[in-house]
Structures are given as structure tokens and as C-alpha cells.
């Protein structure tokens, strides 16, 4: 899974979209690859307004990158090569291949095996309308 | 200026929405002079002939595309027609330069002779220049229709014994004239031959439901995937959306219910390379893949805010594979699982349980999924079923914050599948819905009591057998 990718993730149970702190999720015994490919300037462009800059900072250090700039690159910066190739290696080319994404409010924990997230939530997490209640009973119990 | 595009003579109805979504994508001017379904030659007014080549460059219906000099019915027409279209001192821009006479004839047939009599016939241009026959500087077309024999045909399926809304064309017979002469310069040809590029056939990881090439790479046109944007699939499956779009430049990602589906027996089986990455290895287009990821649409992962620049989907139709959303199916018992004393769903190797899952529902929640994640302008293109005995008029499926920009159909015997292409409006503007479909699905908890799409095609139509009206009781309980 891309930087990328995590950046635009959030808990999939529908009791957390409401709650600041299950944004960004937080990698765990995450395993790191570095797979190079093709600096694509126009679209780092493109997508660098649409980021959450704050979750890339907090993702960022939670993975060991503390080199990430204070604010979001904007107006000039934004056509400074370096800048560009630095985000591209942090968005396109950092791989966590193995590893857990949890969620900061709810404590949910969700698998990365060979590159490949699992959203899938077992059917008590789903959507229901008891389900909130469950999930904060079972957020308090995980906590332990 | 106008220009003549010659269409391949198939999905006839995703042939204008394809030029003009290639319009719009370029901003070009578009203005359809002359278009008929059953023809493949098609007029159009565009600015100039650069913009003419670049709305052609990326087409995958049309295969080329000329500088129109002259239409008539007949050839004595044509001629008048160049003389009023075109001077003098515009054929001696081509006096010298090395050139060809190509006569194409469409549903008809001229010989050698006559081919030469009518190369022979447009001599009043006055080229000098050398003839060549391969890689000539102009390159001229008399391009001929001798059209389908439609009126028979119409005639045939208003009758009761017409079962399709597709007639048969025949040919005319041999020794008539033709109904329509275009006479043009070439221009430029199409990315038709990217097809054979993508053929399934030859692809790396495809499974049963993998969608052709052909339509793949024209739902990429109707969608602008173009370099620097971002797209998605919620339905991914073996990625043939992901790879059409990648051609075109656009990064890209998806996710499906079952990870089995992107993953493939390769990966699963003998831990080799993941189904859909080895496509775009296959295309050498590894950089324009992102990610797939397991997740659920009703409780997708991706947050709701605008990020993405288009959706383009084949949701399930709930024929061969089922519709499943997470979940357990109601009376089934629904608390945390334990086993030895760790939650089941923590356990390696757990998946998590389906229910079956309504079709109109599927739809409703795939739009509102695209009004939350466009950004102002995307597109979403998606792919929907329909029994053919539907109300077409009524039936296509609206959301208030995207427009409807096509529609076309895919016509199979007794069903079809339609093309729908949506732009997410700015905010503060609003598309009328009230034409909408509105069904909600049946209540049940049962695949063929929630899908009744699945349930038409299953069941024989009433309408092809006896002329009783259609009610919803002509289908057995289940």
C-alpha cells in the first residue's frame, strides 16, 4: 500500500467517520519497500491540493520520515523539481507491504499482507443500527 | 471547417458520446453535421485541423478521419461540391506533392474499372505530382454509401414477430448506385488499433467476467482519463478498467469485495505477482497503478471528501456472481465471535460473512459514493444492466449533484447493458432527478427477491410468448 492511497483512508466503521480521531489511521509493524517508478510531474501536481497534509505529516512520522515540510507545498513550490521528486517518493514510491493500519478511535486494526489492505469488517462492525453502541463496548474492551 | 470521421460500424449507439466526451476533454468546439447509426460516415465542424487530429487521436470507434471536400448523391454532385468547398488555388497547394485515390464503398462493391472511372473523374484537380501507393504526401478518399437495407428491416421489427430492437441490415444488391459520395483528404487515423493491443486473449490475468478491450478503452474516453488524474474502481475484479485507463496516462486504484479477484491463482497459490499488477507489467505500465485493497462499498474505507477525477465501474449484475454486501442475512445471529479466547475476525485467515444485497440499493449507494469523492467536474462512467421488457425512458439511475451526460446500449437478445457516464456539478447547481429511477428493491433477503434484474433474466418473457399483459405475477415464486 502507497502513502498515497492511506492518505485518502479512513475507519471503515461507520460510527468513527464522525470522529476526529480515527483520521489518519496509524500504521503499526509496518514493513517498508522502496519500488521505483516513473516521476510523474503533472500528477503529483494535480494531486498534492487534494492531500491531507496534516495526515501525511503524522503518517509520515510514524514511519520514520521526519523530513516532511511544516505547510503543503503551494503556488511556487509547487514547481520546484525537488520538492515534486521528494513527494513523489514519499506518495508513489513507499511501499508498506506488510503491517497493520489501526484506528485511532475505535482500536480497530486492519491486516496488510503482500502490499494488499483488508477493509472487510466482520459483521458485529457493520451496519446496523446497534452497532455504535457495540462498537464502543468493544473499543473499550481492545483497549486493553 | 468541416470534417468526415469514419466510424468502425459497431456499438453504434457509444459513438457520438465517445467524440464528444473526446471533445470535451480537449475543449474543442463540436458541432455533429451529419450522423446516421446505420452509416459508418459521420460529418462533423469542428475549428481547424488540429483540433480535427487531436479528437481523433484518442478515438477507439472511429477509424479516421478526412478534410471533407465534397459530398453529393451522386458523382456529378460531388464534383460541383469541391468547386464550391474548395479553390483552385487550394488544389495547387498539392499540385506537386506525391499522392493516392483510395474508393471505399460501404455495404457495396464497385470494380476495378469503375474505381478507376471515378479516380479518373476528379482529373479537374490538376495534380502533377507522382502517384504512390505507399506513404504518399495527400492521400485522397471517395468514400461511398450504398446503405443498409433499413426500410425493410424497420418494417420487420415494428411487427410482433420482431423479437430485437436490431433489425438484420443486408446489403444492397450488386449494380445499384450508391445513396451518399464523400470525397476527403486524409488526416489522421484513430487509437483503434489499440484494441488488438489489450486483447483479453492475450492478456496475463483475466477471469469470466473481464470486460473487452474494445469497451474497456471506451469507457476510458468517456471518463477523460488523461495523465495526472486520479481513478477509481470499487469493483475491480481482474483490473480491465484499471489497465484501459492506464493507457491513457491516469493513475489508478480499486478495490473489490473479494480479494481472490485481484489477487489470482499466481499470487494466492504459489505466492506469485498479484492478477492485476501483472497486467500492467504486461503493458509496461506499471507506474500508473496504485494500489487494490479488500473493502465493501456501504462501508468503504475512502473517506467523503472530493479527491478523485473519475469512478469508472461494472458493478456485479447479480447473474453469475452474486451481489453481496457485508454483513449477516437477517435471523441469523449477529454478536463478536471467540474463539479460544481471541476475536474471530482477529484470527489469520478470517473472512468476514456476506449478505445478499439489493441491485437498485447497489445503485443508489455507487452514486452517492460518487457525489461524496469527485471533485467538481469528474466523471464516473458506470456499466448497468436491464431486462429488455424495462422502461428504458424511466430508467436510468439520477443523483441531484451529477448530470447525466450519456447513455448508450449494449443490446444482447434478451437483455442489454447500458454505458451511463455522470459529471459531478459544482456546487449550488443541481440536475433534475424527477425523470429518474425511483424503484426501491422488494423486500426480501433472498438474491432473487432483492434483484430484479436477475429475476427478468431468469425467468422466460412473457412478452415473446403470448400476448398476455406483463404483471408481476407471470414470475414463480422462488
Known amino acids: 500500500m502507497k502513502l498515497l492511497t492511506a492518505n485518502f483512508l479512513t475507519c471503515a466503521v461507520k460510527g468513527c467517520r464522525a470522529a476526529a480521531s480515527s483520521y489518519p489511521l496509524h500504521f503499526k509493524d509496518a514493513e517498508l519497500e522502496l519500488q521505483e517508478v516513473d516521476f510523474q510531474p503533472e500528477f503529483i501536481h494535480n494531486i498534492i491540493p487534494r492531500i491531507d497534509w496534516e495526515g501525511l505529516r503524522v503518517m509520515a512520522n510514524e514511519l520514520g520520515f521526519p523530513k516532511i515540510p511544516d505547510s503543503k507545498p503551494e503556488g511556487d513550490a509547487l514547481n520546484d523539481e525537488q520538492t515534486m521528486r521528494d513527494l513523489h517518493r514519499l506518495l508513489l514510491e513507499t511501499h508498506v507491504v506488510e503491517g497493520r493500519l489501526c484506528c485511532g478511535n475505535c482500536g480497530h486494526e486492519y491486516m496488510i499482507k503482500e502490499g494488499i489492505a483488508n477493509f472487510l469488517l466482520p459483521s458485529h462492525l457493520g451496519k446496523t443500527k446497534n452497532s455504535i453502541v457495540e462498537i464502543q463496548v468493544y473499543a473499550d474492551g481492545f483497549a486493553l | ?478
Request: glycine content about 8%; some cysteine; hydrophobic content about 35%.
Open chain 2, 1 to 478: 471547417m468541416e470534417y468526415l470521421i469514419r466510424f468502425a460500424q459497431v456499438h453504434e449507439s457509444f459513438r457520438q458520446p465517445e467524440i464528444q466526451a473526446l471533445a470535451d476533454l480537449a475543449g474543442i468546439d463540436l458541432e455533429f453535421v451529419y450522423y446516421d447509426k446505420y452509416s459508418p460516415f459521420c460529418v462533423i465542424r469542428v475549428p481547424d485541423e488540429a483540433a480535427a487530429r487531436t479528437l481523433i487521436a484518442r478515438s477507439i470507434l472511429a477509424k479516421d478521419i478526412f478534410e471533407l471536400w465534397g459530398y453529393g448523391t451522386n458523382l456529378d454532385e460531388v464534383h460541383a461540391d469541391v468547386r464550391r468547398r474548395t479553390t483552385e488555388a487550394r488544389w495547387a497547394d498539392f499540385q506537386t506533392d506525391s499522392f493516392r485515390f483510395t474508393v471505399d464503398s460501404f455495404a457495396g462493391k464497385r470494380s476495378n474499372d469503375k474505381k478507376r472511372e471515378i479516380i479518373q473523374s476528379f482529373s479537374f484537380l490538376g495534380f502533377q505530382g507522382p502517384i504512390r501507393m505507399k506513404s504518399p504526401d495527400q492521400d485522397f478518399w471517395v468514400l461511398e454509401d450504398y446503405g443498409w437495407d433499413v426500410a425493410a428491416t424497420d418494417a420487420a421489427a415494428a411487427t410482433p414477430e420482431g423479437r430485437s430492437s436490431t433489425p438484420i441490415l443486408r446489403p444492397v444488391p450488386e449494380g445499384q448506385e450508391p445513396k451518399r459520395i464523400w470525397f476527403g483528404r486524409w488526416l489522421a487515423n484513430s487509437s483503434r488499433d489499440v484494441i488488438n493491443k489489450y486483447d483479453l486473449k492475450k492478456r496475463r490475468y483475466i477471469s469470466t467476467t473481464s470486460m473487452d478491450a474494445e469497451l474497456t478503452l471506451i469507457t476510458a474516453n468517456m471518463a477523460h482519463a488523461a495523465p495526472g488524474k486520479l481513478f477509481y474502481d470499487p469493483f475491480v475484479g481482474t483490473g480491465s478498467f484499471l489497465v484501459a485507463m492506464g493507457h491513457f496516462g491516469a493513475l489508478n486504484f480499486g478495490s473489490d469485495i473479494d480479494g481472490r479477484s485481484f489477487r489470482g491463482k499466481e499470487m494466492i497459490e504459489r505466492g506469485g505477482t498479484m492478477g492485476v499488477l501483472a497486467n500492467f507489467q504486461q503493458y509496461e505500465i506499471v507506474g500508473q497503478f496504485l494500489d487494490v485493497f479488500s473493502s465493501d462499498l456501504t462501508n468503504t474505507p475512502l473517506r467523503a471528501q472530493p479527491f478523485l477525477d473519475g469512478i469508472v465501474c461494472d458493478p456485479p449484475y447479480g447473474v453469475r456472481e452474486g451481489l453481496r454486501v457485508l454483513g449477516r442475512r437477517e435471523g441469523l445471529r449477529n454478536e463478536e465471535v471467540i474463539i479460544d479466547g481471541v476475536p474471530a475476525h482477529l484470527r489469520p485467515g478470517y473472512i468476514a460473512p456476506k449478505k445478499p444485497y439489493g441491485f437498485e440499493a447497489m445503485q443508489n449507494d455507487i452514486l452517492d459514493f460518487a457525489a461524496r469523492t469527485l471533485v467538481i467536474g469528474g466523471r464516473m462512467c458506470m456499466w448497468m444492466p436491464t431486462a429488455n421488457d424495462e422502461d428504458l425512458e424511466l430508467d436510468t439511475p439520477m443523483h441531484p449533484n451529477l448530470e447525466v451526460l450519456s447513455v448508450s446500449v449494449q443490446p444482447f437478445y434478451n437483455w442489454s447493458r447500458r454505458l451511463i457516464t455522470y459529471r459531478r456539478l459544482p456546487e449550488g447547481q443541481v440536475s433534475d432527478v424527477s425523470k429518474g429511477r425511483s424503484r426501491l428493491d422488494s423486500e426480501g433477503v433472498y438474491a432473487d427477491q432483492l434483484n430484479s434484474f436477475r429475476k427478468k433474466y431468469f425467468t422466460k418473457n412473457p412478452q415473446y410468448d403470448n400476448k398476455e399483459p406483463r404483471s408481476g405475477s407471470a414470475t414463480p415464486a422462488p
